[in-house]
């Protein structure tokens, strides 16, 4: 079993920054991808940034140019460091990591519980 578990959310003015943080623990051959997604309130989870273990990254529309994914392998560490936060980006922001236990075995997917981020002046 893996566990995910973020930090870094909280309340920020609008054109702020922070950073979110996830670590993985548990039983961990490798992290193929890790990510971010969100969701606010009456809204459908949507992606945020996602990072392969290589390091390629794709970022949702509303991330461009705003956001950074960055992860740290060897502490199975990923990051989201926000800039220019705006309003809209008020949600429960999710870690997501599709993960192998084993060498041999399939990638499962992992969810956090979340961490609140709340854009308000």
């Known amino acids: 079993q893996v566990q995910l578990v973020e930090s870094g959310g909280g309340l920020v003015q609008p054109g702020g920054s922070l950073k979110l943080s996830c670590v993985a623990s548990?039983?961990?051959?490798?992290?193929?991808?890790m990510g971010w997604y969100r969701q606010a309130p009456g809204k459908q989870r949507e992606l945020v940034a996602v990072i392969t273990s290589g390091g390629t990254t794709r970022y949702g529309g509303s991330a461009k140019g705003r956001f950074t994914i960055s992860r740290d392998n060897a502490k199975n560490t990923v990051y989201l460091q926000m800039y220019r936060l705006k309003p809209e980006d008020t949600a429960v922001y999710y870690c997501n990591a599709l993960t192998r236990s084993t060498s041999w075995g399939p990638a499962q997917d992992y969810w956090g519980q979340g961490t609140q981020v709340t854009v308000s002046s």
């Open positions: 548990g039983r961990i051959f490798s992290n193929d991808a």
